[in-house]
């Protein structure tokens, strides 16, 4: 527990799903409507420092926050990703995994997905 943390210290009004190991809010700067986070209630900062139990809850939780949002906002495919280390883009060093609904016309051209996160490596001939 890290009294600086804002994710240790969620109130639990704001958790809308949980598991024994981890929980699920909404992000508070979604990419699209229904954009989940799933964050352990031990305090780390790194996904690989993640215990296999850890890991295997991240995975009930991400496949239960699915069947949520699938029912609630009707999304017509997902992202899933985590950020590990500032130069890969992390601002809260406690791990935290997105799941990204993704809605027919969010973006002009998904092709690449995740790949867009180095914008000039997204879109690639295959």
Known sequence: MNKECPFCNMPEENIILKNGLCYAIYDKYPVTEGH?????????????????????????????AKEFLDQKFKPDGYNIGVNIGKTAGQTIFHVHIHLIPRYKGDTQNPVGGVRGVIPDKQKYLF
């Open 36 to 64: 989940i986070l799933i964050i352990p209630y031990r305090h780390f900062d790194n996904y690989f420092d993640a215990t296999k139990e850890e890991k295997i809850a991240f995975i009930e939780l991400i496949d239960r």
